[in-house]
């Protein structure tokens, strides 16, 4: 499965967002990433639905919109109204994850289940016969520019032999502290789309960087 690469951005520079995404997007990454933060589920907020309206039609790579937010049901229509071409929520926010995934999918769009490094692979097992993807994260959410969490290398390996188990399509996608010193051990143990924002959006030579995250092995 070719390498997908979406850009985060809850690293680049909102004061001139829509430069930004364009940036992003001449420099080659293949997805936005748009990471949503209720300060509840996780210690931060972010942006919301008035920013991807204010952006959205802008956007000319599918959009990968990140639900870190509780009861997280309530919000597919208003991303999927605005242009979601794929919506991960977290396991650990949803009472029913497979009413979610259904609601998703009811939008005609992709879903994708997220866990924490705290969270056991074997709780997301029973949704991996109707998800798209799986998002491991390998940080514990709410900021960026964390430090990678080593211990969640073991767990991508785990996702990935369940994942090939299915033999569905089903994108694994990692985000936290990916970079130059970790996309090897990352594709190594099995993923095939990494979230960068840091080390993109802050790269001297943003094409170059996202060419060699790409292409390291």
């Not at 956007?59 to 009861?71: A, E, K, N, S, Y």
């Not at 798209?132 to 709410?142: A, E, I, S």
């Not at 985000?175 to 959006?201: I, M, P, Q």
């Amino acid at each position: 499965m070719d390498i997908i690469v979406s850009a985060s951005l809850l690293a680049c520079d909102f004061s001139n967002l829509a430069f930004e995404i364009k940036r992003a997007e001449d420099a080659g990454v293949d997805w936005i990433h748009y990471d949503v933060m209720d300060g509840m589920f996780v210690r931060n907020i972010s942006f919301g639905e008035p920013l991807l309206k204010s952006v959205g039609k802008s956007i000319t790579v599918p959009v990968d919109v990140h639900l870190m937010i509780c009861d997280p049901i309530r919000y597919i229509d208003n991303y999927a109204d605005l242009g979601a071409d794929i919506i991960t929520f977290h396991y650990e926010a949803a009472d029913d994850p497979q009413a979610v995934i259904d609601k998703i999918h009811s939008r005609g769009i992709k879903a994708g289940i997220s866990i924490k490094p705290a969270t056991p692979v074997s709780a997301i097992q029973p949704f991996l016969k109707s998800v798209d993807m799986v998002l491991v994260m390998t940080v514990n959410p709410g900021f960026g520019g964390q430090k990678f969490i080593p211990d969640t290398l073991e767990k991508i390996s785990e996702v990935r032999y369940l994942i090939d188990q299915t033999e569905r399509d089903i994108r694994l996608q990692v985000d936290g502290g990916v970079n130059l010193e970790t996309a090897g051990l990352l594709k190594e143990s099995g993923a095939d789309t990494l979230v960068t924002g840091t080390y993109a959006f802050k790269a001297n030579d943003m094409p170059e960087a996202v060419k060699l995250l790409r292409e390291i092995v």
